[in-house]
């Protein structure tokens, strides 16, 4: 079982900044593949980046040139730099780890392929 915990959400106005964490427990960060998705309420949830074993990134095209994920092996978290953040972000965030490596070579976006999920951090824009 992985447990993971996001933190870092928070409320910012447009054009402001966060960083998204999310720690993982027992396992490692490395090896697999991991993503952050977003949810609104009433809405599915939405694959907004993913990070594959050989570091690989992938992102949805609202996140592209804004947002940057990354990890760190050595303290085993997995992070979202998001930047010129707009009213449109505010969703809550969650890290998930995907059940085989490949999910992020094939399926990187697809929510039903990511087996361990965290609890969320909720992200607020405000224009």
């Known amino acids: 079982q992985v447990h993971l915990v996001e933190s870092g959400g928070g409320s910012v106005q447009t054009g402001g900044s966060l960083r998204l964490s999310c720690v993982s427990s027992?396992?490692?960060?490395?090896?697999?593949?991991m993503a952050w998705f977003r949810q609104v309420p009433g809405n599915e949830r939405e694959g907004v980046a993913s990070?594959?074993?050989?570091?690989?990134?992938r992102y949805s095209d609202a996140a592209k040139g804004r947002f940057k994920i990354s990890r760190d092996e050595v303290k085993n978290t997995l992070y979202l730099e998001m930047n010129s953040l707009i009213p449109e972000d505010t969703a809550k965030y969650y890290c998930a780890t995907a059940s085989t490596s490949a999910t992020c070579a094939n399926a990187w976006s697809q929510s039903g392929e990511y087996a361990f999920w965290g609890q969320g951090t909720q992200v607020t824009v405000s224009s």
């Open positions: 990070i594959a074993w050989d570091f690989t990134t």
């Open positions: 027992p396992y490692s960060v490395s090896g697999t593949c």
